[in-house]
């Protein structure tokens, strides 16, 4: 990686220089990300003016509101946004007419396998962002129970705790990734709603 290049960086850390004034690094972006979010509005539009129109308006939004957007995967981020502005046209306009292939793509997420995969990648991104915040022990055993499959005697076995403790540390950590999860679809429905 050429140093100092911004079409070398990662999305996310032009997205962290754009939020603190790098245009440059929002025309990186841009260029990077403007095709598959046409090409994504039109698959769902099948109107090029239209789809063109949409992905203007989500880059200005995006523009507007970056300083609220915590998103460490921005071009998931911006992907979702493209899919809700084409959904919320199409809920709010009068003058087009609905055809059942435009709906069906909108309402089954496997409509656009590259999307769910995203998605499916950021979330669990983010689940095992909020695991390694959780405090060591709380973390060493929900490793242990959910990604090494181990039971709760074996894990209270080989840490020399309690099953019980076991039991409660399992708990405390998927009450954390239910409440963090939460939060982040709720920032995400007032962003786009």
Same mark, same amino acid.
């Given at each position: 990686? #050429?140093?100092?290049? &911004? @079409?070398?960086? &990662?999305?996310?850390?032009?997205?962290?220089?754009?939020?603190?004034?790098?245009?440059?690094?929002?025309?990186?972006?841009?260029?990077?990300?403007?095709?598959?979010?046409?090409?994504?509005?039109?698959? *769902?539009? #099948?109107?090029?003016?239209?789809?063109?129109?949409?992905? #203007? %308006?989500?880059?200005?939004?995006?523009?507007?509101?970056?300083?609220?957007?915590?998103?460490? @995967?921005?071009?998931?981020?911006? *992907?979702?946004? =493209?899919?809700?502005?084409?959904?919320?046209?199409?809920?709010?306009?009068?003058?087009?007419?609905?055809?059942? +292939?435009?709906?069906?793509? *909108?309402?089954? &997420?496997? +409509? @656009?396998? $590259?999307?769910?995969? $995203?998605?499916?990648?950021?979330?669990?991104?983010?689940?095992?962002? /909020?695991?390694?915040?959780?405090? &060591?022990?709380?973390?060493?055993?929900?490793?242990?129970?959910?990604?090494?499959? *181990?039971?709760?005697?074996?894990?209270?076995?080989?840490?020399?705790?309690?099953?019980? =403790? !076991? %039991?409660?540390?399992?708990?405390?950590?998927? +009450?954390? /990734?239910?409440?963090?999860?939460?939060?982040?679809?709720? !920032?995400?429905? /007032?962003?786009?709603?």
């Amino acid at each position: 990686m #050429q140093r100092g290049d &911004p @079409n070398n960086l &990662p999305s996310e850390v032009l997205f962290e220089m754009f939020k603190y004034g790098n245009e440059l690094a929002y025309q990186v972006l841009f260029d990077r990300l403007w095709e598959r979010m046409y090409v994504l509005a039109f698959s *769902l539009l #099948q109107d090029r003016a239209i789809a063109k129109d949409l992905v #203007q %308006e989500v880059w200005i939004d995006f523009w507007e509101r970056k300083l609220g957007i915590e998103n460490r @995967n921005i071009e998931a981020f911006l *992907l979702q946004a =493209t899919r809700f502005k084409v959904y919320k046209f199409l809920r709010d306009s009068k003058t087009v007419k609905f055809s059942q +292939s435009i709906l069906d793509k *909108l309402q089954l &997420p496997s +409509s @656009n396998d $590259i999307i769910s995969d $995203i998605e499916a990648k950021e979330t669990k991104s983010r689940i095992d962002d /909020i695991v390694e915040g959780l405090p &060591p022990k709380c973390r060493q055993v929900f490793v242990l129970s959910r990604y090494q499959g *181990l039971g709760n005697a074996e894990i209270s076995e080989i840490l020399n705790i309690s099953k019980r =403790t !076991v %039991e409660t540390h399992v708990s405390n950590a998927l +009450s954390k /990734i239910k409440e963090e999860l939460a939060i982040s679809l709720f !920032v995400v429905g /007032i962003i786009f709603f």
